[in-house]
């Protein structure tokens, strides 16, 4: 079949079998060949889709470790966003509006510390303009627009950002001035003991999304619980983070950066009395944000196309070693087949019977097989016998009768006749020596005489051998036939002639 040249399991030959030179298929391989070849189409086409949709998973690495170098965030007016909550999602600025009275007031200081040198400056709060933090107070830090939260351990440099809520009515170092229009204190103290009273902030982290490859912003929540005898001092240990990200489908380009992605919290809860008298200063609540000493460095990089097609062609090969099934199968097969070519040539009497055994032949068949087969040889036979002939004419063609079975019978009676040949060219020369006159009868006398001497001289060459005469003995009895057969054919001849004038007579 022409399509088992698409057989990628085949076995390699240079012999011409069924029709099928260099290589053997079979039909197992041929359907394990498009088995394997679909399976590999449709991982690479899969592959290919995953790929430029990003559906593969690139490599990431993150990796955390105390730096105590200078470690540096810009302050961004999204950086957090806080609001007071009296109850479950219940701001205190839409109390304040209800009623037009203030509860609570809040001071944000920028804390910056270099060896000795020290400075608190004052932010101002506004309303957050991040739709993320609608309804929160966020800092304005263009006070501070050349600073940024830095932390550095080796040159004892440090800066903060500190939140206080107070009471309306309060006063100590920090709040020196009270509202026109605060509530009264006992009110004031209900709102910060509520059950579900407290602070709660929302702080910006920043990551990268390897799915949509780009950076993504979220707020982290969390919520301080508040009462009105306790000063609770929050601090929060921001964590940095440096993003790498590289991609491209050759040749990979890196983009970095840097933003805020954790938050610690440690609480400290002070006696809010006995730190007014201490301190000098008595809120209700103060948040600390400051930058920590770890960082974490991550790294994303994104497969290139070879790497992929690679895979691809990693899937490929192990597809490929199921083929070993396919490969010993085609080697089965041409062993088979060279068996049978063996079986047709050299031994046909076994392949026939071997045919009829297994019920693939009738007897007649059989016959008819074998009949064809003798007079192919026959003919193959005296066509070599015919070129003999052109070369030499004194060559007698022989005409196989006998049944052929075996190789090493054609070579011996091939030999057998050479020796005959021999034999009868030998006595031939004898003959001419007596008379020459029957040298001149018609071509069909003379090759009834040398068919006749060639059946004659091979039996007594046989008797020759089978007596087991010396050299000068057979010399002896081969003169002594030759005699015998010269006088043999005069009578043939004559005989022959003999009756030919009496046909014409009559």
């Not at 470690?71 to 600025?93: A, C, P």
């Not at 068996?339 to 016959?367: A, S």
């Not at 030499?392 to 006749?417: G, V």
């Amino acid at each position: 079949m022409s399509l088992l040249k698409y057989d990628l399991f085949s076995s390699k030959f240079y012999m011409n079998v069924g029709g099928q030179q260099i290589r053997k298929g079979t039909i197992f391989g041929l359907t394990l060949s498009i088995l394997i070849v679909g399976l590999a189409t449709s991982y690479f086409i899969y592959i290919l889709e995953q790929y430029f949709t990003n559906g593969i998973e690139p490599n990431y690495r993150e990796q955390s470790f105390i730096s105590q170098g200078q470690i540096n965030i810009t302050l961004d007016n999204s950086l957090f966003g806080f609001r007071f909550e009296y109850d479950v999602n219940k701001s205190i600025q839409l109390l304040e509006k209800q009623q037009n009275k203030t509860y609570l007031v809040f001071i944000a200081l920028f804390f910056y510390n270099d060896n000795d040198f020290y400075q608190n400056i004052q932010l101002d709060i506004n309303e957050c303009t991040d739709e993320n933090l609608k309804g929160y107070y966020c800092l304005d830090y263009s006070k501070v627009a050349n600073y940024s939260l830095t932390l550095s351990t080796i040159d004892n440099i440090q800066s903060q950002i500190q939140v206080f809520t107070y009471g309306c009515l309060d006063l100590d170092k920090l709040k020196t001035t009270i509202p026109d229009n605060c509530a009264s204190q006992t009110d004031i103290d209900q709102i910060v003991n509520g059950l579900n009273a407290g602070q709660r902030l929302k702080l910006l982290t920043s990551q990268y999304n390897v799915t949509s490859e780009l950076r993504q912003i979220n707020f982290r929540n969390s919520f301080i619980y508040t009462t009105a005898d306790q000063y609770i001092l929050s601090t929060f240990k921001t964590q940095k983070q440096i993003t790498q990200i590289k991609q491209g489908y050759f040749v990979q380009s890196q983009t970095s950066f840097s933003s805020p992605i954790q938050y610690d919290l440690q609480n400290q809860v002070l006696d809010r009395q006995y730190a007014l008298k201490q301190v000098g200063e008595g809120p209700y609540l103060q948040i600390s944000i400051t930058m920590d000493e770890i960082v974490q460095q991550i790294q994303v990089q994104y497969s290139t196309l070879p790497q992929v097609l690679a895979q691809v062609n990693s899937t490929i090969a192990a597809l490929m070693l199921v083929g070993i099934l396919g490969k010993k199968f085609s080697q089965s097969s041409l062993r088979n087949d060279f068996f049978l070519i063996l079986l047709k040539n050299v031994f046909q009497e076994k392949y026939f019977e071997m045919l009829k055994i297994n019920k693939f032949l009738e007897k007649r068949d059989l016959d008819e097989q074998n009949l064809v087969y003798q007079k192919n040889l026959s003919q193959q036979q005296i066509e070599e016998n015919l070129e003999r002939l052109e070369k030499n004419e004194n060559t007698t063609i022989l005409i196989p009768t006998n049944n052929y079975k075996f190789k090493q019978e054609f070579q011996k009676k091939a030999n057998d006749e050479v020796s005959n040949t021999y034999l009868y060219d030998a006595c031939q020369d004898e003959g001419k020596q007596i008379d020459t006159t029957f040298t001149v009868q018609k071509k069909i006398d003379y090759q009834q005489i040398e068919v006749s001497q060639k059946e004659i001289f091979s039996d007594k060459k046989s008797t020759t051998d089978q007596i087991g005469l010396n050299k000068e003995d057979s010399i002896k009895y081969l003169n002594e036939k030759c005699n015998l057969s010269v006088d043999d054919q005069t009578r043939s001849v004559n005989g022959s002639m003999n009756l030919r004038n009496k046909n014409r007579n009559v």
